[in-house]
């Protein structure tokens, strides 16, 4: 019977004489935020008018603290059967709180003193950025949320003097973050497509190459295949197809045909061999027409 008290009484030592009061409030995400929710981030609403009603406080809320707690999977019951140690801000430090073997699988990040979280009416406000540190190392830092995990988040109130615990919110519910699609799976169909495309575009590219070169032949043929036996060069006579050595200015009243003077060198342009045969000849002003005659001989 002695033994049996004696163990009963030593179970009983670990348990705190005070034991921690737990708020009717409840971290909620910002919804009113775009990137609420990343692959390692998440905007809470701030813990305003959470630890307001809370009497006989050994600290003031000018020095009562308020810190964060984001937890995963084991890290919720983990971190309620560490709550009460006088060390529980060192004991699941950041950096290896989701690595190793057995992770506590929770941290602690502080957000600030509890007057800088008032309660206002109507409608209180501001936001806190879990994972805004990012990948940092010191032990109580505010660094990425794990990827691909559903993170639940607590609000403490910690004595500024020994550090304890002294009330807490309740556990959030848990919040998916956003994975990442694997970019092997992103790019497989399109890859395939893609190499298709560029298979028929070289195609039809080749294609039209060689159908211009067959016209630009047919067409050198066609139109100064006789021609240019022996004199000038195909470019040349295309080219020369289209000079105007000489034109009649219909919209006068008395109309003489133009001689182009860049020509005139040219003994091929007569006024013979250009005028319009018929009419244009005999509306031509004899006056004229010899003016021309003797400017180009
Ligand atoms: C604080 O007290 C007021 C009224 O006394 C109550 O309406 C409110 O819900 C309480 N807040 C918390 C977090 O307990
Ligand atoms: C969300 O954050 C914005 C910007 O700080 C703030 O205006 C708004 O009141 C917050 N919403 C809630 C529900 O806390
Ligand atoms: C921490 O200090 C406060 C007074 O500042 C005291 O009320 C409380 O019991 C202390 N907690 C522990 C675990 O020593």
Redesign the pocket.
């Known amino acids: 019977m002695e033994v049996y008290l004696v163990l009963c009484f030593i179970c009983m030592l670990p348990i ?1 004489a ?1 034991s921690i009061t737990t708020v009717d409030c409840k971290p909620a995400i910002n919804e009113s935020l775009a990137a609420k929710i990343t692959i390692n981030t998440v905007i809470l609403q701030q813990p305003r008018c959470c630890f307001d009603n809370l009497t006989n406080l ?2 003031t809320s000018n020095t009562c603290e308020i810190w964060l707690v984001p937890a995963v999977d084991t890290g919720l019951s983990t971190f309620d059967a560490n709550k009460a140690s ?1 060390a529980i801000l060192s004991l699941s430090p950041y950096p290896t709180a989701f690595t190793g073997s057995s992770p506590a699988n929770y941290f602690l990040t502080k957000v600030g003193l509890q007057s800088d979280f008032p309660c206002v009416s109507p409608s209180p406000g501001g936001y806190f950025r879990v994972g805004a540190d990012g990948a940092c190392s010191t032990t109580n830092c505010n660094g990425f949320l794990p990827q691909g995990s559903s993170p639940s988040f607590k609000y403490l109130l910690v ?1 500024s ?2 550090k ?1 615990v002294l009330a807490e919110t309740k556990w959030s519910d848990s919040i998916a973050l956003y994975t990442l699609k694997d970019p092997g799976t992103l790019g497989d169909g399109f890859a395939g497509r893609s190499g298709a495309m560029v298979v028929i575009t070289t195609l039809l590219s080749v294609a039209a190459a060689v159908l211009l070169l067959f016209l630009i032949v047919v067409l050198a043929l066609c139109c100064c295949g006789g021609k240019s036996k022996g004199s000038g060069s195909v470019v040349g006579s295309v080219m020369g197809s289209f000079r105007i050595p000489r034109y009649d200015t219909h919209h006068l009243k008395d109309p003489a045909p133009y001689d182009n003077p860049a020509y005139e060198k040219e003994r091929k342009y007569t006024t013979q061999d250009t005028l319009p045969k018929t009419k244009a000849t005999s509306a031509v002003n004899p006056v004229t027409q010899d003016t021309i005659k003797l400017q180009k001989i």
């Open positions: 705190p005070k050994p600290c006088s004595d003097v020994n304890t």
